[in-house]
């Protein structure tokens, strides 16, 4: 149990579906983050929510939108994506102003088909 | 910008021996420093950090060592067990920006 759940776990779409992402933490913490992890590559900062203000990564595709209705869960909606965005999503959360690590859920692993 | 990297992408070790991983970072200016494990199947799980103002960190079987003159962080196992077996990457911090290597894979060997 990491304190980070995400669901699902697997998830199969095609390009013109519309599908969303779920996280929750249950670990106090007041910031939450989406990484995108690809093969071979280190991973990929996608959004930020600080204290329910998003900062992005301003080379993610309008195609993925978060949504951060409290501290506690975070959401990505995704719509017309494309095959190379199959890749392993994954939800954390942290302390934003510590020094404090990162805590990661299982990740969802999406398939663009 | 930030390029973090691990020397090597593979790892195979005998189970007991000690393992050594190995990280470089670039970001002179980067002050917290963070080892992961990831197993199949799972996310990165947190093993041990260090801040800039130290130079090393033990934990549970875990040593990291921080050498900011040449930009070097290292992850060393005590006495590898089969259950070590997983990818391992190190991640360091500016303010509240992460940057992340690729990761190793440790391969503990019977």
């Known amino acids: 149990e990491t304190g980070v759940t995400q669901t699902p776990r697997h998830l199969v779409m095609g390009m013109t579906n519309k599908k969303s992402l779920k996280c929750e933490q249950h670990l106090g913490h007041n910031a939450m983050y989406w990484y995108k992890q690809s093969a071979k590559k280190p991973l990929e900062l996608m959004f930020v929510?600080?204290?329910?203000?998003?900062?992005e990564n301003n080379s993610v595709p309008s195609r993925f939108s978060p949504e951060c209705p409290n501290s506690s869960h975070l959401f990505l909606h995704l719509h017309t994506l494309q095959p190379e965005d199959s890749a392993l999503y994954l939800c954390a959360s942290s302390h934003r102003h510590n020094d404090s690590p990162l805590h990661f859920g299982n990740g969802t692993r999406l398939t663009v088909t | 910008g930030e390029s973090v990297g691990l020397h090597l992408p593979t790892l195979s070790v005998q189970e007991g021996d000690n393992s050594i991983i190995n990280c470089a970072y670039s970001n002179s200016a980067s002050d917290y420093f963070i080892w992961y494990k990831q197993e199949s199947g799972k996310g990165p799980q947190f093993i041990i950090d260090?801040?800039?103002?130290?130079d090393k960190r033990q934990g549970q079987r875990v040593t990291v060592l921080l050498n900011k003159t040449v930009k070097h962080l290292s992850l060393q196992i005590a006495a590898t067990q089969p259950g070590d077996s997983a990818v391992y990457f190190c991640a360091d911090s500016t303010g509240n920006q992460f940057y992340f290597g690729t990761g190793t894979s440790l391969t503990v060997i019977p």
């Open positions: 929510y600080s204290l329910e203000e998003r900062v």
């Open positions: 260090i801040r800039s103002n130290m």
